[in-house]
Structure formats: C-alpha cells, structure tokens
C-alpha cells in the first residue's frame, strides 16, 4: 500500500456517517485529540502529525481533519489517538498556523496538570509480527479473565498489530491519586499503573508495555483506521467475549471488514465495556491487594 492509498481509504473511512459518528460521540470530549503520521510512511510525508487538537463534534473532527493537517492535498496518511487524560474543560484553543502553536503549547503544558480530571488505564499488548497473533490473542484473553474474577471494568479494542485493554478511571477514582506529571510517590496515578502493567507483564504475557504511563499519554481512537506495512485496518471495539474470542485479526483488514461488516452495524453502536454492573469500590481494593498494590484503604470511596 501507497500513501495515497491510504489517503483515499481514510478520506472515505472517516466522511462515512457511522464510523465517524462512533469516533466523535465515543469518548473524544474534553480528551486530547491527535492525529500521527504511522510510521510505515513517516519518509515520504510532509508531516509527522500534530497534538494538542480538540474533537468535540463532528463539525471540530473534520475540521482537524480537512482544515489542520490538509491531508487530500499533502497526502499524509494519519492514525488517530486520544489521551488517557481527561481534562475539566478540554484542550485550549490553539492556532491553526502550526509557527503560533509554539507559545500557546508551553502555555499549555504549564496549566495542563491541574486541568486534569481523569486518567484511565491501558494495558497495551502487541504483536511483535503477524505470525504471533494468536499467541497475542490468547494472551488477551488470560488478562480478560484475571479482570473479570475481580469484576474490573474495561473495554478490549484491536489495535491492528495487537489489543489495547482500557480500564475507566471511576474504577481507581476513590484512591484520591495524584495526577502531577513529576510525583513519583506511591499516590501517583503513573506509578500505580506503571505496576499494574509491569505486574501483567511478569505474571500473564512478556507482550505487555510494563511502563507506558505519564500524563501525556495517547492510544489510539476505537472505529479509526490504522496503518501499517501490509494495509490498512480498523481499530475495533468488541461487544462481547464471544465476539473476541471467534475473531480472527484479519477481520479487521478493511477490505475485507467492508465486504463483510460494512458501515450499518457500527452507527450508534458505541464502545462495549465488560464488567460494568458487577463493579465496586472493594472490587478494586481486592484487585490491588492481589497485585500487591498497596493503598490507604480509607481513602478509599465506599469501603468501610
């Protein structure tokens, strides 16, 4: 695949209304929006990307699309990301002429951490090539499990060379921990993540990034499309374990996820999280304590 492939595969992924709709409407507000250069093609771009974009609406979506990178007319293929922060009223406005970006990001990244509201966790686990896929997948499956004894709510999305395991913060919110980039105490939300990663990758799978946490963070947008050297495919978001478990990862090629699944069953779908209505405070409190996490149990919302 060519990046101008690739720009027609994105130009007509992303003005199609349901995938469109479920990227915006998804969990893009009030996130950091970004858009990257994949890497397959990263020598023959103008453009490495750019960070620090709003996504609130459509209207905002396409706008970074057409308007920000002007990727029809530049041919630069993109993936999409999110950050795993959260913040109070979304990212600052910032100047569509890249020179005045500058200031306005120092200004930014100043104010950012104490805008911060939440910060979910990503188990992130990836291929090292196509041939341990599989492996991958089952790999997957095994932390599913472990999750799930504990009744910890998290979402599995493909990520086209592997799958992403995102935990929502309300899971972690009653553990008042600290969101500043420099804390390395064990109240930092970082550090605590940064162990629970590096606990899946010493206990479940060698597959897991065990440090991938600070407050800058970004994983990428569920329903976006994803680059790579042997094609294009779509970052999907699994409804049930079912689903996961009859998947095959070439499914998710986009030619053959056109021919297949088309664009109907995404429209309103939305992102399903496992493990929602069996969850609480003590839940999370058990799930630590196997990890031989330690934390204030009274700080702990809802224990008593």
């Not at 970006?101 to 196509?130: A, C, H, M, T």
Request: aromatic fraction near 14%; charged fraction near 25%; include cysteine.
């Amino acid at each position: 695949m060519d990046k101008n492939e690739a720009v027609e595969i994105m130009s007509e992924w992303y003005r199609t209304k349901a995938p469109a709709y479920e990227i915006v409407f998804g969990d893009l507000k009030n996130r950091e929006f970004a858009v990257l250069t994949p890497k397959t093609f990263i020598k023959d771009c103008s453009s490495k990307g750019i960070r620090h974009l709003k996504a609130n609406g459509l209207n905002s979506f396409l706008y970074c699309l057409n308007d920000i990178i002007n990727y029809k007319e530049q041919k630069n293929p993109f993936n999409l990301y999110k950050s795993l922060a959260k913040y109070r009223n979304g990212v600052d406005n910032m100047s569509p002429v890249l020179r005045f970006r500058k200031q306005e990001i120092e200004d930014w990244n100043k104010k950012r951490p104490g805008e911060i509201i939440s910060y979910d966790l990503f188990i992130d686990v990836d291929s090292p090539d196509r041939q341990h896929m599989a492996e991958t997948k089952e790999d997957v499956h095994r932390i599913h499990d472990h999750l799930v004894s504990f009744s910890i709510p998290h979402n599995i999305i493909f990520s086209g060379m592997g799958y992403h395991l995102l935990i929502p913060y309300y899971v972690f919110d009653g553990l008042n921990l600290d969101f500043d980039p420099d804390s390395v105490g064990s109240d930092s939300i970082y550090v605590v993540f940064n162990k629970i990663s590096l606990w899946y990758h010493e206990n479940v799978s060698e597959l897991v990034d065990k440090n991938l946490h600070d407050s800058m963070r970004i994983t990428k947008v569920p329903y976006s499309i994803s680059f790579y050297n042997d094609g294009a495919y779509v970052c999907w978001p699994f409804s049930s374990i079912d689903e996961f478990a009859q998947h095959s990862w070439t499914d998710y090629k986009i030619d053959v996820f056109r021919n297949f699944k088309g664009y109907q069953c995404m429209f309103k779908r939305g992102v399903f999280r496992f493990g929602v209505n069996e969850w609480c405070p003590k839940h999370t409190l058990k799930f630590l304590e196997a990890l031989k996490i330690e934390v204030e149990k009274d700080a702990v919302v809802g224990v008593e």
